[in-house]
C-alpha cells in the first residue's frame, strides 16, 4: 500500500487527490487547519467501496514548531512516504501586512517555510519509497513577482499581492535547491501550475471581488476532477529528471530565469538562516 501525504487535502484540489488515491487503496494523510473539513473527508473516505486508509492531521502550517511538530507525528506514522502533495495555501491579497508569533510575514510561513521544512524533512521517508515525488503546486512558468532579497519578510511597502507572488517565486527555486543539494536521490520534485480550478479560493476575497471571481470560475475555471487527472499522471509515472515544472499538461523549459540555481540556492541559505534566527 502507497502513502501519499497532501497538505491542503481536505479542501479543492488537495481533497480531489485524497479521495483519488483512497479509491486506489492507497493510505493517504491529509493535513489541514479546520477539524470540520477533516472530519468530513474521513467520512467520505470511509464510503469509498474497498478503499484505502485516510487519516486526518491537523496542522497550523503558518507556524514553524507546528510544522516541525508535524513532521514528527509523519514520522511516526509513514516509514514510507511515496507521494507528497504541497497544496496549502490561503489568498491574503488585501488587508495589513500579518506576522506569525514566530516573526514570519504570512504568505512567507505559509506558502513557503512549510514546503520548505516539509520537502527537506520528509527527505529520508520518501528516499525509502521506490518512485518517491514531490509536487508543489503554484504557478510556474508566470512571470508575475519576483524575491525580494533585502527584505524577505516584506516589512517595508508590504503587499499581499505582491507577499503572494514572492511566495510562487520561492517555490519555484525550492524544487531547483532540492534537486541541486541532493544529486543522488532519486527523489523527482515537480514545479506544477494546475491553472485556473474550481474550488473555494474565493471564499477568501473581499465581497465584491469575490462575487466577480465565482462568476469568472463559472465560466472559465476547470473541475477539480478534470484538473486533477494530469497531476495523476504525473505523480504516478513521474519525469526522468531530479526537478520539472508544469503548467497543466506541458512541461516548462528549465532554462528560465524563475530556475536559476543560483539563486535556488541563495534562498535555501537564506531560508536556513531565518529559521536559525525565528523569535519563537
Sequence with gaps: MQTVVITGGTDGLGRGLALHYLRQGARV??????????????????????????????????????TEQLLTAL???CP????????????RLFGPRKVTDEGFEHSFALAYLSRFLLSHGLRDRLEAAQ???????????????????????LTRRYGGTKATLQ???????????????????HIRYVGYHPGVVATDMPNHLPAPLRALTKASFSVFASSVPKAVAPM????????GERFTAYQKKRQLPYKRKAFDQEAALRLHHAT???LRGRSA
Design 29 to 66: 494523510v491529509a493535513i489541514g487547519s479546520t477539524p470540520a473539513k477533516g472530519e468530513s473527508l474521513l467520512t467520505e473516505a470511509a464510503a469509498v467501496p474497498a478503499g484505502g486508509h485516510a487519516t486526518f492531521l491537523r496542522a497550523d502550517l503558518t507556524s514553524v514548531a507546528a
Design 75 to 77: 514520522e511516526n506514522i
Design 80 to 91: 514510507v512516504v511515496d507521494k507528497l502533495v504541497l497544496c496549502a495555501q490561503r489568498y
Design 131 to 153: 518512485r518517491p515525488v514531490i509536487m508543489n503546486v503554484g504557478t510556474p512558468g508566470v512571470p508575475l513577482g519576483r524575491i525580494h532579497w533585502d527584505d524577505l519578510q
Design 167 to 185: 511566495s510562487f517565486r520561492a517555490n519555484d527555486l525550492l524544487g531547483v535547491a532540492f534537486a541541486a543539494l541532493h544529486p543522488d536521490t
Design 232 to 239: 495523476v499522471r504525473l505523480l504516478d509515472e513521474p519525469p
Design 272 to 274: 536556513e538562516g531565518l
